[in-house]
Every structure is written in structure tokens, then in C-alpha cells.
């Protein structure tokens, strides 16, 4: 009867240490060790009792479980690479179906977060640039944790903008709200941390359907959302508030016991009737 154990190096062990430093198998009367590599570096041995030394199947199954802990070691690689440039559900989406990398998309109902500074342009002008990317990296580091708590997946920073999509790539019944929670919440984190002198963010919020995939070619690309509800989101942005969200009348008929205050109509480039928007409320605002 053959005992087969994977362990831990254990260093103390004669036939293991043997093992360690010859990346060689090893035996004796009770067990045969062999080693178990991760880039040709022992990271674990395999001990098989009343086993003899030269069975292939032996060196077989060491090389292939060496094989599953390369790629584990690979997976989490880059599982830390992606999540460090992709919000996570995507990079879990790509990493679990690389096929989703390919150029193209598909029309999907999303609702398109849009934040930006205001006052941005003025403020980089008469500040040191290390200033403005500290500023930025300080804002950014509280703002997009609050977005992807809510699910939001980030599409893109275009300077002082953050783009967020909800409901794309992973489906979302309440993906109006999950905005308007992140909206709110962005704003409350930022003006706890804005410093004398900051601009602060103006949010604006639209549901529709858009284009939902990989943008760009083959040797760079991107997921994001084109069409019309996107633009309209940044018409909205550019209409809000310093401090303020505000949404579209898409976005609010999903939203009926939000608390809302009613702005004028909106004119819009390219349409040809003023649109509905409504200022978003937080607790406590009046």
C-alpha cells in the first residue's frame, strides 16, 4: 500500500533537504521525495511511502502537480496585474474567458457614472504638476474604492474625469440605484478629504442603452460604452453642481422614492428638445 503526501519543505528532514538542494528525487527504505518546482525552485516536496525510486508514474505525478502550482503562481500573478488596471469584475471576466478580450460589443441597458472637478483647469494652471497628480491620487484613492463597493466597474480616468459603468459586464437589476448610491457616497468621501483650495466633483448619472465591449485594436484596447446614454451622462456632469449629482429622467423613473429636486430643462448638442434632469438628494439635504 503506497501513502502519497504533499507538504511544505521541511528542512530539518535529511532526504527533504537532499531533495532541496539537488532538485532531484530521493529515497530510503520507508519513502521515496520528490520535488515539487515553481520556476525550477523547490517549493514543496511530494512523499510517497513504499513506493520504489524509479517509478515513472512517480516523476509523473511531481510533474504535473509542479504544473498546477506554475500556473496557480501565474493565475494570481496576474489576477494582482489586471486588478491593478481593470476594475475587478472585468478582470475576473477576462482572466476567467480571455475570448472577452476580442474587439466588438454588444447594446446593453447601463447606467453611466461621469465625475469631474470643477474649477480642474484653473486649478492645474496655477499649481505645481507633483501638486495636481498628488491631489488627483488622493482623491482617486478614496473615491474608486466607494465606486467598485457598489459595483461599479471603472472604464476609464480621463484626466480629472472617473467613467463607471452599472450593469456591464456583470448584470445588475438595481443598477440605477447602485449609481446613485455610488454618486452620493463619492461625493460625501470627497469633500471629507478635499484640502483648501481643491476643486471638488460635479456627478452626472444616465440610464440607456449603450455599446457595451473592447474598443481600440489589436494592440491596445479597452472595455467601455459608447453611444448616446454616455454623452448624455457627460451633459449632466457639465450641468451639475460643484458638490452636486445630477441625474436624467431615465435614470429618476427607476429611482421613484429617491429625493430629488427638479432642475430647469437642459439644453443639449444634437437634440433637438431640452431634457429633464433632477438634482439628487442625500440625506439630509434640503
Given amino acids: 500500500m503506497q501513502l502519497v503526501r504533499a507538504g511544505k519543505l521541511d528542512h530539518d528532514d535529511e532526504l527533504t533537504a537532499e531533495v532541496i538542494g539537488t532538485s532531484e528525487p530521493a529515497a530510503n527504505a520507508d519513502r521515496v521525495v520528490l520535488p515539487l518546482t515553481v520556476r525550477n525552485r523547490a517549493v514543496g516536496v511530494l512523499e510517497i511511502w513504499g513506493a520504489k525510486r524509479g517509478d515513472p508514474v512517480l516523476r509523473s505525478l511531481a510533474s504535473q502537480v509542479s504544473t498546477a502550482l506554475e500556473n496557480a503562481r501565474l493565475y494570481q500573478h496576474l489576477d494582482g496585474l489586471f486588478r491593478s488596471y481593470l476594475s475587478p469584475d472585468v478582470a475576473q471576466a477576462l482572466i476567467a474567458d480571455p475570448a472577452q478580450t476580442a474587439l466588438g460589443g454588444a447594446t446593453a441597458e447601463v447606467t453611466v457614472l461621469i465625475a469631474d472637478l470643477a474649477g480642474f483647469t484653473t486649478y492645474s494652471e496655477s499649481t505645481a504638476p507633483a501638486e495636481v497628480v498628488r491631489m488627483l491620487n488622493t482623491y482617486y484613492g478614496e473615491i474608486v474604492p466607494r465606486v467598485l463597493h457598489h459595483g461599479g ?21 438595481d443598477h440605477a440605484a447602485r449609481a446613485a448610491r455610488a454618486a452620493l457616497d463619492l461625493q460625501a468621501a470627497s469633500s471629507r478629504i ?18 457595451v465591449g473592447n474598443i481600440g485594436s489589436e494592440s491596445m484596447r479597452h472595455f467601455t460604452a459608447i453611444g448616446d446614454t454616455v454623452n448624455l451622462a457627460a451633459r449632466l456632469e457639465g450641468a451639475a453642481p460643484t458638490g452636486g449629482v445630477v441625474i436624467s429622467a431615465s435614470t429618476r423613473a427607476q429611482l421613484p422614492d429617491a429625493p430629488v429636486t427638479p432642475l430647469p430643462p437642459i439644453t443639449v448638442k444634437g437634440k433637438a428638445e431640452p431634457v429633464e434632469a433632477f438634482l439628487l438628494r442625500g440625506d439630509g439635504d434640503g
Fill in 153 to 173: 466597474t471603472i472604464t476609464q480616468f480621463v484626466g480629472d474625469a472617473v467613467i463607471a459603468l452599472f450593469n456591464a459586464p456583470v448584470p445588475q437589476p
Fill in 194 to 211: 478635499a484640502k483648501p483650495g481643491w476643486p471638488l466633483f460635479r456627478v452626472g448619472i444616465n440610464t440607456g442603452p449603450a455599446l
